[in-house]
């Protein structure tokens, strides 16, 4: 999820980085618009706007506060309520599903269903009621970018107690706890899983070195959730925050 201030500049923006970008529609009752980059791989990046201020919402209490950037991201649950539902029971704090939807611009309605912690540090869960083809095209030329981008290979995620986390991760995906490291000369812990066909790096500060003082910044600023994106597909190259509206996206190889 890429909040930004102008949806249309973003959309331009986007393009001009070579991702193929598709216009998505309003979000009743919110206020909000969106488009999406689809990839090969199935996952997707949503930029989302907001025409009118959203107190409420942490995503726009972020944009409002550290402006654009990486609000948070989602994970396809498989059956959202019977996944939910297991992942109470190990002692998760996600909140049980609440339904929702757009209007594409070509008027056709879609539904999903969502579910989140209170806490920003694990994703949240979007389960398509209607059918996920009418949000996310599965396939054609909305899926391939001139840029050569395949799909996202890493998330960074920034979180204030790396142990915690970890076990917050376990509970999230039914498997043992993850084993933290410090990268040397960092000064940042972290701790590496594997949701899918992603990498995830969850990363804590320790109070030494220049990496641990970015995330400090973010945690700041931005709270916890998603730091970066590494993209596969295309040779290494970090691209212009300006023109992805403060999102650290980086291709990876």
């Known amino acids: 999820m890429i909040a930004v201030a102008d949806l249309a500049q973003a959309?331009?923006?986007?393009?001009?980085?070579?991702?193929?970008v598709e216009e998505g529609g309003e979000h009743p009752g919110?206020?909000?618009r969106n488009a999406l980059v689809v990839f090969a791989d199935g996952s997707y990046f949503e930029l989302i706007a907001f025409s009118r201020p959203d107190p409420d919402f942490r995503w726009w209490r972020v944009l409002d506060r550290a402006g654009p950037g990486l609000?948070?991201?989602?994970?396809?649950?498989?059956?959202?309520?019977?996944?939910?539902?297991?992942?109470q029971s190990r002692g998760l704090d996600v909140e049980s599903p609440i339904e929702g939807g757009r209007a594409r611009p070509d008027g056709v309605r879609l539904?999903?269903?969502t579910a989140r912690s209170p806490s920003s540090d694990t994703p949240f869960f979007c389960g398509d009621v209607t059918p996920r083809a009418l949000r996310v095209v599965p396939e054609g030329a909305v899926r391939s970018h001139r840029n050569g981008a395949q799909g996202i290979g890493v998330v960074v995620v920034a979180v204030s107690d790396?142990?915690?986390?970890?076990?917050?991760?376990?509970?999230l995906l039914g498997e043992p706890a993850a084993l933290s490291f410090v990268l040397p000369g960092s000064g940042l812990r972290l701790a590496q899983l594997r949701i899918g066909q992603t990498t995830v790096v969850l990363a804590s500060p320790s109070g030494n070195g220049s990496s641990d003082k970015l995330i400090a910044a973010h945690l700041g600023t931005r709270g916890e959730g998603p730091v970066?994106?590494?993209?596969?597909?295309?040779k290494p190259a970090i691209l212009d925050p300006a023109l992805t509206h403060g999102a650290a996206l980086e291709f990876i190889g």
């Open 30 to 32: 919110r206020g909000s």
């Open 71 to 87: 609000v948070d991201f989602a994970l396809l649950p498989d059956d959202i309520d019977r996944d939910v539902a297991a992942i």
């Open 11 to 20: 959309i331009a923006d986007y393009r001009r980085l070579g991702f193929t």
């Open 162 to 171: 790396l142990d915690r986390s970890i076990a917050r991760y376990s509970a």
């Open 111 to 113: 539904e999903w269903k």
């Open 228 to 234: 970066s994106i590494g993209l596969t597909g295309a």
